[in-house]
């Protein structure tokens, strides 16, 4: 790497001492400025830095500058034509922190202020385009410098927050800017999900949460051709097999006019019902891939990718220049190093052999093999890293692959796999990336499974391999919709009309005793058909027909020449098989302990 800067074979212990000049006599400060070269004003170039978050810079010695001019201004409310800062404003104006002097193996100094106020100098450090100054990259939500990195520092971008959180010196999370009142807030705070930013934003301070629904349309070099239709002579039968709703209307609609095209009528459909589709609801999808499929007659299959580009255009950004392959193996950012290296990962004692794989007419990844269910297809490199250190504000890079159920993400855009850029993403998966401990080396795996979505069916059978030769390999969207969107009901809901209650049995009084006693409401045999209760039902009428007519007490025993004949039953001893599917079905979490109950 060009960048990289070795360390010398002696290094120099002494650390660098914080002087504080706040707290210190004007005598203690005159006796330091002598001590010490003066820097006004500060001009420091740009220096690489190493991507190597094990790499530290040698100190020679340290101390603390003046603060710089450049703050957090917060925004002003006109009152009386004058411009003031609210009193109960829980955001006021902010100083930098002091920057803190380093020097390099060089002996080129460079400085760190960051947002946390700490002077360290562990992990990955990041320049000020503006001001020349560091900070750290955990703290600004940067995993990784590369030469193309052009960063800005909250004190020169002028960046004054104002959240819910109160955290408001916090920025190693996604921001966004209300177009109220002029303040950032978190996305994780206004409830945003990882992906594009939704327009003309409000914050909770300012109103409304609503968000208006954005535009979908088919990218401009999509793999499915538009072409136009007369419409079909079976139009009832379509219509037919579509619920009732304002979709029916719509298809009904449609079918009035003499010729459709394909790309303007499903770009119309999925912008009025769209949004259903990412509920991943069988129904929904089952009705609208087969309307559409009916009308156009081509395959479902077109239908579904028709829709995946869609949804790819809206969630992600415009596939990125090709890049110089960099990343051999798979690098931790500093956010998340701590917590991957004590998740109990699954172990691999060596890596699986890769299974063959190619690509077809459109560029796109394909098997040149059967893939069974779980089977290992390849390894993932690049840097793995927190979803708040990916810029995702205009769309998610097509260079992301989030772990599934994980806020953590791959970026790939300098990876020496020659296929994972070129994997394509949609409703219906078929493999999945998933963490393993290789050799003790943490490594991101894709593994085959099979197809899943709304309609599986269409894409893969049950049986069989995962991926059968010449399948295309698809992997899950990295994140649902960015921000909740109203979704317009494409179907009328039926609604269950009220049971109607059955009238409660009249209670019968017992002529024999005094007191009232109801009779319980008969009761539904559970187990239909067994042995059991049918065995206990005769037991119970032999028992009543022999039961004696005077009560059997201690004094009768005494008094009568002749006791009574005592209620006793003789069962038959229940079967030994019968006995134990009996057990089996009173307890339905029964487990055979031994291998011989089996039997």
């Known amino acids: 790497m060009q960048n990289e800067v070795k360390e010398p074979e002696q290094k120099i212990e002494e650390k660098p001492v914080e002087i504080d000049t706040t707290n210190q006599k004007e005598s203690e400060n005159d006796s330091i400025q002598e001590n010490t070269v003066k820097i006004n004003p500060i001009t420091i170039p740009p220096r690489p830095f190493s991507t190597n978050s094990n790499y530290?810079?040698?100190?020679?010695?340290?101390?603390?500058?003046?603060?710089?001019?450049?703050?957090?201004?917060?925004?002003?409310?006109?009152?009386?034509?004058?411009?003031?800062?609210?009193?109960?404003?829980?955001?006021?104006?902010?100083?930098?922190?002091?920057?803190?002097?380093?020097?390099?193996?060089?002996?080129?100094?460079?400085?760190?202020?960051?947002?946390?106020?700490?002077?360290?100098?562990?992990?990955?450090?990041?320049c000020?385009?503006?001001?020349?100054?560091?900070?750290?990259?955990?703290?600004?939500?940067?995993?990784?410098?590369t030469p193309d990195t052009n960063f800005i520092c909250p004190y020169c971008q002028y960046l004054p927050l104002r959240c819910s959180c109160r955290k408001n010196m916090k920025f190693d999370e996604p921001i966004i800017k209300c177009v109220a009142c002029g303040y950032y807030v978190h996305k994780s705070c206004a409830k945003l999900q990882f992906g594009r930013n939704p327009q003309n934003f409000v914050c909770q301070f300012c109103g409304s949460r609503q968000f208006k629904q954005p535009y979908f349309q088919i990218p401009e070099k999509s793999f499915s051709q538009d072409f136009t239709k007369t419409v079909p002579s079976n139009t009832e039968e379509i219509i037919k097999k579509i619920p009732e709703g304002d979709f029916r209307t719509m298809i009904t609609e449609m079918l009035g006019s003499s010729e459709l095209s394909y790309h303007k009528s499903i770009t119309i459909l999925f912008n009025q019902f769209g949004t259903n589709a990412f509920d991943y609801g069988h129904e929904f999808w089952k009705i609208f891939v087969s309307a559409i499929s009916s009308i156009f007659e081509i395959p479902k299959l077109t239908v579904m990718e028709t829709m995946d580009e869609?949804?790819?255009?809206?969630?992600?950004?415009?596939?990125?220049?090709?890049?110089?392959?960099?990343?051999?193996?798979?690098?931790?950012?500093?956010?998340?190093?701590?917590?991957?290296?004590?998740?109990?990962?699954?172990?691999?004692?060596?890596?699986?052999?890769?299974?063959?794989?190619?690509?077809?007419?459109?560029?796109?990844?394909?098997?040149?093999?059967?893939?069974?269910?779980?089977?290992?297809?390849?390894?993932?490199?690049?840097?793995?890293?927190?979803?708040?250190?990916?810029r995702a504000e205009e769309g998610i890079p097509r260079t992301c692959i989030t772990i599934q159920g994980t806020p953590v993400a791959i970026d790939i855009s300098q990876t020496t796999s020659k296929y994972a850029l070129y994997i394509r993403r949609s409703f219906h998966f078929n493999c999945v990336v998933k963490l393993q401990i290789v050799n003790g080396n943490v490594c991101a795996m894709l593994y085959a499974a099979r197809s899943r979505g709304p309609i599986t069916d269409e894409r893969s059978s049950s049986s069989g391999p995962a991926i059968m030769k010449g399948t295309e390999l698809f992997l899950p969207f990295d994140s649902d919709l960015p921000y909740p969107i109203e979704k317009k009901a494409w179907k009328i809901k039926k609604t269950k009309?009220?049971?109607?209650?059955?009238?409660?049995?009249?209670?019968?009084?017992?002529?024999?005793?005094?007191?009232?006693?109801?009779?319980?409401?008969?009761?539904?045999?559970?187990?239909?058909?067994?042995?059991?209760?049918?065995?206990?039902?005769?037991?119970?009428?032999?028992?009543?027909?022999?039961?004696?007519?005077?009560?059997?007490?201690?004094?009768?025993?005494?008094?009568?020449?002749?006791?009574?004949?005592?209620?006793?039953?003789?069962?038959?001893?229940?079967?030994?098989?019968?006995?134990?599917?009996?057990?089996?079905?009173?307890?339905?979490?029964?487990?055979?302990?031994?291998?011989s109950d089996a039997e």
Do not use: W
């Open 497 to 595: 009309p009220p049971t109607k209650t059955r009238p409660k049995p009249k209670q019968k009084q017992n002529n024999n005793t005094n007191n009232n006693q109801t009779k319980p409401p008969p009761t539904k045999n559970v187990a239909k058909g067994s042995e059991r209760s049918q065995k206990n039902k005769n037991s119970h009428d032999q028992t009543n027909k022999i039961l004696p007519s005077v009560k059997l007490t201690l004094l009768s025993s005494f008094m009568e020449d002749d006791l009574p004949p005592i209620p006793i039953v003789i069962q038959e001893e229940e079967n030994e098989v019968d006995a134990k599917v009996l057990a089996q079905k009173r307890h339905s979490t029964h487990q055979i302990r031994n291998m």
């Open 310 to 390: 869609i949804a790819v255009n809206f969630l992600y950004k415009p596939f990125p220049k090709h890049k110089l392959y960099s990343i051999p193996g798979l690098e931790i950012s500093d956010s998340i190093r701590q917590n991957v290296m004590t998740e109990p990962l699954p172990k691999l004692p060596s890596m699986p052999s890769a299974a063959n794989l190619g690509f077809t007419s459109h560029h796109t990844v394909c098997a040149m093999e059967n893939i069974d269910d779980g089977a290992f297809i390849c390894q993932i490199p690049g840097l793995l890293c927190h979803q708040d250190e990916i």
């Open 128 to 145: 000020c385009s503006k001001c020349n100054f560091y900070c750290h990259g955990a703290c600004v939500g940067i995993a990784r410098v």
């Open 56 to 126: 530290t810079p040698i100190p020679f010695t340290g101390y603390i500058l003046p603060r710089p001019n450049s703050r957090i201004i917060p925004q002003l409310t006109e009152i009386g034509g004058n411009f003031v800062v609210q009193p109960n404003d829980p955001y006021m104006a902010k100083d930098p922190p002091a920057p803190y002097m380093y020097f390099d193996m060089n002996k080129t100094p460079y400085f760190i202020r960051c947002p946390c106020e700490q002077t360290h100098k562990n992990g990955v450090l990041v």
